[in-house]
């Protein structure tokens, strides 16, 4: 079952030469589920392992999360399979709703994103938000609007004849993103996935998995029908399934 956790964290409030105000209040983040996304559900690895995220300044655990493995990106990419049947038939208008929805999302949840990815990743917390979160909503914004622009052309073909070209998505996009930028990168890879009609399975770094599960809480929140993340060391299989056409590092 889905489970909601906070975890308490203290903030301070100062300024840069710039007197840009840079930290929040003490406050509390809220941390999403540890566990795996597949499906639209929250569901443990189906070995039952899990393994430690630590925060990289204090060295604490921060939570101990749902280690994926060969079995669970096989679960993950079949349900991106069966989703990519209905998914590849939606309309533009429909592809920039939600993605807009979602980018209001982030923007909505933003400071406790920042925070959490802060814990995470160890960036400072001003970085987080006014880059990596500003910026993660943006991307989704700018391919938003290009969900309704995926046109083919009319060519020439001699006389009175003409041919065109039809652009069409490819299906599951397996995409793995790093530790050093871990929602904006992973947002490098779905936006433009999802705008163009295909689904997506997200491998977020081991050491970095805790944004990328928030966002599928957001993702879920936003009524797309389906997703899947997996936050494992399982880079290897997701390389390796023979049935994605399209891989993104």
């Not at 065109?164 to 890879?189: C, S, Y």
Request: charged fraction near 20%; glycine fraction near 6%; include cysteine.
């Amino acid at each position: 079952a889905d489970q909601a956790h906070t975890t308490p964290v203290t903030l301070t409030r100062y300024s840069n030469p710039l007197n840009i105000i840079i930290i929040m209040a003490s406050s509390s983040v809220r941390l999403p589920p540890p566990l795996l996304f597949i499906n639209n559900e929250f569901v443990p690895a189906v070995s039952g392992k899990t393994f430690p995220v630590i925060n990289p300044v204090t060295e604490e655990v921060i939570v101990e999360v749902a280690e994926g493995d060969a079995a669970d990106v096989d679960k993950a990419v079949a349900a991106a399979t069966e989703a990519f049947k209905t998914w590849r038939k939606s309309t533009g208008d429909e592809r920039y709703r939600l993605l807009n929805r979602l980018a209001e999302l982030i923007e909505e949840n933003a400071d406790n994103l920042a925070v959490l990815e802060s814990m995470d990743n160890g960036k400072p917390v001003s970085q987080a938000r006014f880059v990596d979160m500003a910026g993660a909503a943006k991307h989704f914004r700018y391919y938003a609007g290009w969900a309704g622009k995926n046109c083919g052309k009319v060519i020439p073909a001699g006389g009175n004849l003409a041919t065109f070209t039809r652009h069409e998505p490819v299906g599951v996009v397996g995409a793995i993103v790093p530790w050093n930028f871990p929602l904006l990168m992973a947002t490098w890879k779905m936006a433009p996935a999802l705008c163009m009609g295909c689904t997506i399975v997200l491998k977020p770094a081991e050491q970095t998995p805790l944004t990328a599960l928030r966002m599928a809480e957001l993702v879920r929140e936003a009524c797309f029908r389906r997703a899947s993340s997996t936050s494992s060391p399982a880079t290897a299989r997701l390389l390796a399934v023979p049935s994605l056409p399209t891989r993104a590092l």
